[in-house]
């Protein structure tokens, strides 16, 4: 197969941005690195200056460029970047979940349009290379659902809770150091950069585009001691799992909560900043991905994948959209959580159809009982602003 030459014009260069350079570098493909445009000069950086612009349109309009890499921290800067990327005819490779999570139509719209390929392996899980197979393997209509870690710092921060007693502050900093939170850890520690990935992975899982505002999140953000310690005496660890799953042939429902799960689940055994995807088929059943989940190699790998991907003109088809046989996304749907909370106007939000236990200890309560996601998503905000805990059963 012919493999078209890459000229490469990269945007930001951060973790993600140094670890492509490094691997660039070290694995002998055949790319060119031609510019890198930077928000800020006056950063210490490991190459000379002559490598990098602070102008998008020494790259945007450089005619020898036929690759944009963008791999900015800003969803808005992104957006702008990829459409004037795409609009003078250039192959874009991107990591920016927000920016796709949010923009899919508009995104899918522009590559038809001027029959240039976006691919965004590494928005979704990092190194696991889960969009192709869902989009190639997966090119049938046999999901019942697709679930997991989605998110590497969460990931980090409950298992090291969990393996030394650290508590949640360190744990978060330590992740932040390590490169694998974002540059505002809060889209990481309340489960919305889980879930604008979630949103990714159903657009290819399943053709319908939801938007980020339409699926209901809740994050770690507010797990204490207490919580790590009634898990564990039960046997079980707690993971911030992303789900999406059939509930009819045409509808789907989907949401972001800590989970339990017990010893004989895979992602049970998920630590660190590793995440896990869980496919369910109709008839292979389950099958599971693993890999690094965050991290500046981990993410390279996968936006090499793609640049790669493009070099022999590789381009998602969106084939189960076209399809169109999945109509809806809906939050009408029945499930068993324990909630952690001080106050019965924070339980109230909850709207509890059923309680199987219920626990007062000194300062906190818990109750586990059935609820309807429906009801959660309408008292999200208030359920935000509360400070209780959750976690889906
Ligand atoms: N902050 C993200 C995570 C980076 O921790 O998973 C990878 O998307």
């Given at each position: ?14 973790c ?17 690195i ?72 508009a995104l ?27 989009e ?5 209509e ?40 974002e ?15 979630l ?26 001691e ?6 564990r ?37 998920v630590?660190?900043?590793y ?22 190699h ?15 003109g ?14 809806k996304?809906?939050?009408d ?39 309807n ?21």
């Amino acid at each position: 197969m012919q493999r078209e030459r890459l000229r490469i014009g990269l945007f930001g260069y951060g973790c993600v941005g140094q670890g492509l350079h490094d691997i660039i570098n070290s694995s002998g493909f055949d790319a060119e690195i031609v510019k890198i445009c930077v928000k800020h000069g006056d950063k210490p950086r490991r190459l000379p200056a002559r490598a990098f612009t602070l102008n998008r349109y020494d790259i945007l309009d450089d005619s020898e460029i036929n690759l944009v890499v963008e791999l900015t921290n800003d969803a808005r800067e992104a957006f702008n970047i990829v459409s004037g990327a795409m609009e003078r005819g250039k192959m874009v490779v991107t990591a920016g979940k927000a920016m796709v999570a949010n923009n899919l139509a508009a995104l899918t719209d522009m590559q038809s349009r001027y029959g240039v390929p976006l691919l965004y392996e590494a928005s979704a899980c990092a190194s696991i290379p889960v969009i192709r197979n869902l989009e190639e393997y997966y090119d049938n209509e046999l999901l019942n659902s697709v679930e997991g870690i989605f998110n590497g710092s969460t990931n980090y921060i409950l298992s090291k809770m969990e393996s030394s007693g650290a508590g949640y502050h360190d744990v978060l900093r330590e992740a932040m150091d390590n490169g694998f939170a974002e540059s505002d850890p809060t889209l990481d520690v309340t489960g919305l950069d889980s879930k604008q990935k979630l949103c990714i992975i159903t657009a290819h899982a399943y053709g319908l585009f939801p938007r980020p505002d339409d699926i209901f999140h809740t994050g770690i953000e507010n797990i204490t001691e207490h919580d790590i310690r009634y898990a564990r005496e039960k046997g079980l660890r707690i993971r911030l799992v992303a789900h999406v799953s059939k509930c009819a042939a045409d509808t789907i429902t989907a949401f972001v909560m800590p989970r339990f799960v017990q010893s004989s689940d895979k992602l049970y055994h998920v630590k660190d900043e590793y995440n896990g995807v869980i496919a369910e088929g109709a008839f292979a059943d389950r099958q599971f991905f693993y890999g690094k989940g965050a991290g500046g190699h981990a993410t390279g790998c996968a936006v090499l994948s793609d640049i790669s991907a493009c070099s022999y003109g590789y381009r998602y088809e969106y084939k189960k959209r076209a399809r169109g046989r999945v109509k809806k996304i809906t939050n009408d749907h029945l499930t068993e959580i324990y909630l952690r909370y001080n106050l019965e106007e924070e339980r109230r939000l909850f709207g509890f159809k059923e309680i199987t236990e219920y626990f007062c200890g000194t300062g906190f309560r818990y109750v586990k009982g059935v609820v309807n996601l429906q009801t959660l998503y309408q008292n999200r905000e208030a359920i935000r602003e509360s400070g209780v805990f959750m976690v889906k059963i």
